[in-house]
């Protein structure tokens, strides 16, 4: 937008930066997130890991200060990582948090693909609920509830849980044993 002299003295300099500042602003990219990972994240620490949609994230190793989030349709791959956080999504393509993982926080998956806990150590929860493939919790030591529900499938096998496992509405029913719960095992689980 271009002004004459006259109307930039009338305007002062203060409203005229405003109004070209919104001009510019209209024509700059989005900015994109500073934690985003589509890509290898190897042995280095990070405060957050945000996966963008569509995007593939294979963190090897890393200690993440704070949470990782997958956005939907985002693919995680973890292995070895410490997470002081949480691990979310809702919608995601696939994740999966292996090979002597610890999350501080809880794993909450929900309405997504493909999902592989194993052998990793989890202070919180592990909520898998209404993913539409089979959600896999395996070789694990959780420090509170294990609950799968509404998933497609779904194995718990070889747990130490400190709270209760919980599953109901997984179609076909869970599949697996040999979970040692300080709680108790209900529903479809009650003979895992």
């Known amino acids: 937008m271009a002004l004459s002299r006259p109307t930039r003295r009338v305007l002062g300099p203060a409203l005229f930066a405003l109004i070209a500042g919104i001009g510019l602003a209209a024509c700059d990219p989005p900015a994109t997130r500073p934690d985003a990972c589509n890509g290898i994240?190897?042995?280095?620490t990070v405060e957050d890991v945000h996966v963008p949609s569509?995007?593939?994230?294979?963190?090897?190793?890393?200690?993440?200060?704070?949470?990782?989030?997958?956005?939907?349709?985002g693919t995680l791959r973890a292995s070895g990582v410490r997470v002081d956080g949480n691990v979310q999504s809702q919608g995601h393509t696939l994740v999966t948090v292996r090979d002597n993982s610890r999350v501080e926080g809880s794993i909450q998956l929900e309405a997504g693909g493909e999902v592989q806990v194993a052998d990793s150590r989890i202070d919180g929860n592990v909520q898998l609920e209404a993913n539409r493939a089979k959600a896999g919790v395996a070789r694990n030591?959780?420090?509170?509830?294990v609950q799968l529900f509404d998933n497609r499938g779904a194995l718990?096998?070889?747990?130490?849980?400190?709270?209760?496992l919980q599953c109901k509405g997984n179609n076909p029913a869970p599949t697996g044993g040999g979970n040692v719960v300080n709680g108790n095992k209900e529903d479809q689980c009650r003979r895992l």
């Not at 200060?65 to 939907?72: E, H, K, L, P, S």
């Not at 718990?156 to 209760?164: E, L, M, R, V, Y």
Request: glycine letters at 16%; charged letters at 20%; hydrophobic letters at 35%.
């Open 54 to 73: 569509g995007a593939t994230c294979r963190l090897e190793g890393t200690r993440v200060d704070g949470n990782v989030t997958i956005a939907r349709n």
């Open 156 to 164: 718990a096998s070889g747990n130490w849980i400190d709270g209760n």
């Open 141 to 145: 030591i959780v420090g509170s509830d």
């Open 41 to 44: 994240i190897r042995a280095v």
